[in-house]
């Protein structure tokens, strides 16, 4: 397991903001902003390790600040680890600054080639990539309906954005059942590495439990392996996390979105 966390450890940074309209350094944390108001913040494995209470308390309040000052971000999401050095005091940090946690997910890594596999699929239900607005919008309306979010155009307009600039390898996958869309999710190649993210997984409620999100993801492993990378990485709720542990993916850690809305 040390392995597949040190893989893990190696992709974090500046590497996990590949669809950000802008990146820059703020001391020991990266800070991205996105289309559709949202702001985005994560570091490395080591980065606060040296740094003591007040320390990381100043430069929450300096992260923060940036962002209440530009009028355009509406909501902030701050990534943590649970293995991370100083994650207690971090998370102390954010809450008296006014986020709140999001629910806890398991960071889940494993061979490509073990997700890779024929899933019979149910009758009327096929599996493709998808790249045209329309798709790509009726694909994020049926995520907020599996997931029980309010609908939003913030992740579609982020999602076009990318496919508009064409500047990093994300893929877009849906399974349709008599021509509606009914489970959807990402696969983000990792750039320089031989890992690549499953991201967005949802299955519309009345369709969990046949096989499709399995599907789905085994067409997206088949893709990663076609493009040369050997591993796969999900950060998995206990919908997900079940399928990719039965594969042999391996929890390395958890992690907890620590979010601020204005």
């Not at 309209?21 to 980065?47: I, K, L, P, Q, W």
């Not at 902030?76 to 709140?100: C, I, M, Q, Y």
Request: negative net charge.
């Amino acid at each position: 397991m040390n392995e597949l966390l040190r893989a893990y450890d190696d992709i974090r940074g500046e590497r996990e903001v590949p669809g950000a309209v802008s990146v820059r350094a703020d001391g020991e944390v990266v800070v991205a902003r996105f289309t559709g108001g949202r702001g985005f913040v994560t570091h490395r494995h080591e980065a606060l390790a040296g740094l003591g209470d007040d320390e990381i308390a100043r430069l929450v309040d300096r992260v923060l600040t940036t962002f209440v000052e530009d009028p355009d971000i509406e909501r902030v999401e701050w990534k943590t680890r649970a293995h991370d050095p100083n994650g207690d005091v971090l998370e102390r940090a954010l809450t008296s600054h006014g986020f709140t946690p999001d629910e806890a997910e398991s960071v889940m890594i494993g061979r490509a080639g073990d997700l890779a596999v024929d899933v019979p699929l149910p009758e009327g239900v096929t599996i493709r990539r998808i790249h045209s607005e329309r798709d790509v919008r009726a694909m994020c309306a049926m995520t907020d309906e599996a997931f029980g979010d309010p609908p939003s155009d913030r992740i579609a307009e982020a999602l076009l954005h990318r496919l508009s600039l064409g500047r990093d390898d994300m893929e877009v996958w849906v399974a349709d059942l008599d021509g509606e869309l009914v489970c959807g999710g990402r696969l983000e190649p990792v750039a320089g590495s031989r890992i690549a993210g499953l991201w967005g997984g949802a299955t519309r409620g009345d369709q969990r439990g046949r096989g499709i999100y399995r599907a789905l993801t085994a067409a997206r492993a088949r893709s990663a392996i076609a493009r040369g990378f050997d591993y796969l990485h999900s950060d998995s709720t206990e919908y997900s996390r079940p399928i990719l542990a039965r594969a042999g993916f391996e929890r390395v850690t958890t992690t907890t979105p620590y979010e601020w809305r204005r």
